[in-house]
């Protein structure tokens, strides 16, 4: 029986999962989750993703509960990286890019990692981008592309003003609509799989965990 558990959706989608065999693979994580793997023997626990609308999200005391019997656990990416940030002070490890720019301060709002995606029977498809990944996909960009700083913050402010739910890649690509040169890189960019800041922070992770 498996003693290494990571909840993943999204983040990880599309990708092969029999390369970590180690690691028995959950869906986004959610209250309650942590202790019922901590009952099951659990050693090491990594998050990724979590719900947080439709159920009550993985509270701060599970994982401190956790730790405080031993269990280590790890958080990148989306939920991982936000609970990594705020109980690192507890023994939760941080992992990856965007765990750092929460630890660091960068980052304070946690719709930054928040995305739409479909249901367990459909792998969790991404159905929308959150700003981290946008922002990673244009800096990419900008090796390619006349794109300033200035210019960089100012599609991220009007793509940060739109819902979560309609961060769709329209939705990106109109916030650019006077530069045809800038919407056809960037979404070349974001169709690439495996490029998106949050997944590479995940793989980060289950190496860390193996």
Aim: charged residues 25%; contains cysteine; negative net charge.
């Amino acid at each position: 029986m498996s003693d290494r558990y990571v909840f993943a959706g999204p983040s990880l989608f599309g990708f092969d999962r029999n390369q970590f065999p180690r690691i028995t693979f959950l869906g986004p994580v959610k209250f309650g989750d942590l202790p019922a793997l901590a009952r099951a023997g659990a050693r090491r626990i990594g998050i990724v993703d979590g719900c947080f609308e439709t159920v009550a999200p993985v509270r701060h005391k599970e994982i401190v509960a956790c730790i405080d019997r031993g269990i280590e656990i790890f958080g990148s990416s989306s939920m991982g990286a936000l609970r990594a940030a705020e109980c690192a002070a507890f023994g939760m490890r941080g992992i990856g890019e965007v765990y750092r720019q929460y630890a660091d301060g960068f980052r304070v709002e946690d719709g930054d990692v928040a995305m739409m995606h479909g249901p367990e029977e459909m792998g969790y498809m991404p159905l929308t981008i959150p700003l981290v990944d946008l922002d990673h996909a244009l800096w990419i960009c900008a090796g390619r592309v006349d794109l300033d700083q200035a210019r960089h913050a100012e599609i991220m402010q009007r793509f940060g003003r739109i819902d979560y739910r309609e961060r769709d890649l329209t939705a990106v690509l109109e916030c650019m609509a006077d530069d045809p040169r800038l919407r056809e890189t960037l979404a070349q960019t974001l169709s690439v799989p495996g490029r998106a800041l949050k997944t590479l922070d995940a793989l980060e992770l289950l190496k860390v965990m193996c």
